[in-house]
């Protein structure tokens, strides 16, 4: 399985949670049809379901918290006009 077959995998899972249209569902059967594809899919798909199985962990959560505050802390405070 080649890099450029894992990237077009991602930009398909992306392309679905932006399009679930029929149409575009269609469009990702043709081509998951090909075995290097449908492999590609498949880290694909099971590195998503892992990410959103720890999207609500309370370590994760708390960096994310963490660099919230320090990019809202680094920002320059706006200036109101006198």
């Known amino acids: 399985m080649s890099d450029p077959v894992m990237i077009e995998a991602a930009a398909w899972a992306e392309r679905l949670d932006r399009d679930p249209s029929a149409a575009m569902r269609a469009r ?13 899919w498949a880290v694909i798909a099971q590195a998503r ?15 994310r918290h963490a660099a919230v505050a320090r990019a809202a802390l680094r920002r320059e405070p706006r200036r109101v006009a006198p």
């Open 28 to 40: 990702f059967d043709d081509w998951h049809a090909r075995t290097d594809h449908a492999a590609a």
């Open 49 to 63: 379901a892992a990410t959103a199985a720890l999207a609500d962990h309370p370590d994760l959560l708390a960096l």
